[in-house]
């Protein structure tokens, strides 16, 4: 069974930045399709990036230019570089990562079967 831990989340300006971290306590992310998604209170989740194990990766229109997706090779972990925040991106962050996502669907949430338990991201006006 993984554990998916999330972190990096805090409270930051508008126009600031943040790093998000996905890692699995025992295993290496390396060779899994791997997301984040955010939900704000009372929305649905969004699909906000992805990385195949391919290292392709997707990003949602709003975050394009901004947000950024990476391995991080010698952690064995993803990353989501959060750059230009604002209160708009305020959400729970969530990381899913799977081995079998399948071309095309990688933001696609009932393509992953483990979840980690989201961190918290902030963005003051």
């Known amino acids: 069974q993984f554990k998916i831990v999330e972190s990096g989340g805090g409270l930051v300006q508008t126009g600031g930045s943040l790093r998000l971290s996905c890692a699995e306590s025992?295993?290496?992310?390396?060779?899994?399709?791997v997301a984040w998604f955010r939900q704000i209170p009372g929305k649905e989740r969004e699909g906000v990036s992805c990385?195949?194990?391919?290292?392709?990766?997707t990003y949602v229109d709003s975050v394009k230019g901004r947000f950024t997706i990476s391995r991080d090779s010698a952690k064995k972990t993803v990353s989501l570089q959060l750059n230009s925040l604002t209160p708009e991106d305020t959400a729970l962050y969530y990381c899913?990562?799977?081995?079998?996502?399948?071309?095309?669907?990688?933001?696609?949430?009932?393509?992953?079967?483990?979840w980690g338990q989201g961190t918290q991201v902030a963005v003051a006006p």
């Open positions: 899913a990562v799977d081995a079998l996502v399948r071309p095309g669907l990688c933001m696609t949430e009932s393509e992953y079967k483990w």
């Open positions: 990385i195949g194990a391919r290292d392709n990766t």
């Open positions: 025992r295993f290496s992310l390396e060779h899994y399709g």
